[in-house]
């Protein structure tokens, strides 16, 4: 069967015609820096005014870990990298130009496209690259204000390091990479915060030889808007809400299988705990040859209907291999009673069935036969 496979150069393209079509770029430089999660170029529309484009990455071999680090897959067990870096550009550019509105020091947003982001060009160096500054207590204390200002606004970086700080000639900074922003409700935000700031201050100590006995805590924070919220409620979440429905539609054959693995899953491991249950029991151990047997036979062709009946419910799972163990028990001393109920997996398996007991022994087994 013939098909196809959307590649990042293949993504770079679709993306790049959009903005072009929308005469944002004409035309695309020299690659300024690469990142773990994106990779940056500088680009030029007709007038030749210079921006940079962000081309989000998020897949790369080295760190594959991402998915269970950011959010942007919410409750999604599988996603594309592809689909993810275009959440990432979405998320992005909001905060961004939610930030930019209220005179943040951060880049202007100016368009974006799939896992591509434009934005103005900041003439600046990174923070890192830094070797010597006039009065590195000024610029910790921007840097410090700029992390409490965010949270008073209901917003935590969540990356905020000398890698996503570029310093200008005036030793004044601006505040990029905003896929990981979170907001201060989040359950781990005082986590965050605590080490955003613990970034800033380790880096000043090892760098600059500057350590302050001054630094901001979570409990410092005084709401004065919520700036989290009104991202949440704007259109770019509801546009990333969108873009998941039509990637796994409800009801979909993606969804089907996920939602069929995961109950064949938890059917398994309800069958192991059952048997390891049975195991540690000491009337068990009294169970003739046959029986067991019997009943690893019965296991063996159960496990072909389970796969097959995944769909239904734990609890009818688990009910179904009851009534095996009762036809097990059945076949080794006459008619038994049905199941009762699960909850007393911890006693004996002899006590599932009423008025039914196993015998002690097989030369009690064998007694009964002959009387029979």
């Known amino acids: 069967v013939q098909g196809y496979r959307l590649t990042n150069a293949g993504y770079d393209y679709l993306a790049l015609k959009t903005l072009s079509s929308r005469q944002v770029i004409n035309s695309v430089g020299n690659q300024m820096g690469v990142g773990k999660e994106s990779d940056i ?8 005014q210079q921006f940079a484009l962000k081309l989000h990455r998020l897949g790369r071999t080295s760190f594959r870990n991402l998915k269970n680090k950011r959010d942007y897959h919410k409750h999604r067990h599988k996603m594309s990298w592809l689909y993810l870096s275009r959440i990432a550009a979405m998320k992005e550019f909001a905060y961004m130009k939610a930030l930019h509105d209220r005179e943040f020091p951060v880049p202007k947003p100016i368009d974006y496209n799939r896992h591509a982001v434009v934005m103005e060009l900041v003439d600046g160096y990174p923070l890192c690259q830094v070797r010597h500054m006039e009065d590195p207590a000024a610029v910790y204390s ?3 204000d700029l992390i409490v200002k965010l949270a008073n606004h209901g917003l935590i970086h969540g990356d905020f390091n000398e890698f996503n700080l570029l310093l200008d000639n005036d030793d004044h900074a601006t505040l990029i990479d905003f896929p990981q922003m979170m907001s201060t409700s989040h359950a781990n935000a005082e986590w965050y915060f605590d080490r955003d700031v613990n970034c800033i201050r ?3 100590k090892k760098r600059f030889n ?3 006995e001054l630094f901001p805590t979570f409990k410092d924070i005084r709401r004065e808007c ?8 704007s259109g770019y979440a509801k546009e990333m809400q969108e873009d998941g429905e039509l990637l796994y539609p409800a009801g979909s054959d993606k969804d089907d299988n996920t939602e069929v693995l995961e109950l064949a899953e938890d059917a398994e491991k309800e069958l192991n705990l059952f048997s390891k249950d049975e195991e540690n029991s000491e009337d068990f151990l009294c169970e003739v040859g046959d029986f067991s047997e019997s009943r690893a036979s019965d296991n063996a062709v159960s496990s072909s209907e389970e796969e097959a009946d995944a769909a239904e419910s734990s609890e009818n799972t688990q009910r179904l291999n009851m009534a095996e163990l009762c036809s097990a028990l059945e076949k080794a001393e006459g008619p038994a009673a049905p199941w009762k109920s ?3 997996a911890e006693s004996s398996a002899i006590t599932s069935c009423k008025g039914k007991r196993l015998p002690e022994n097989a030369a009690e ?4 036969a002959g009387q029979g």
């Open 41 to 48: 170029y500088i680009v030029a529309n007709e007038g030749e």
């Open 142 to 144: 921007e840097l410090m």
């Open 226 to 233: 919520s700036l989290d919220k009104e991202i949440a409620a």
């Open 342 to 344: 699960s909850e007393d």
């Open 210 to 212: 500057y350590e302050s």
């Open 365 to 368: 087994l064998e007694d009964q």
């Open 202 to 204: 380790e880096f000043f």
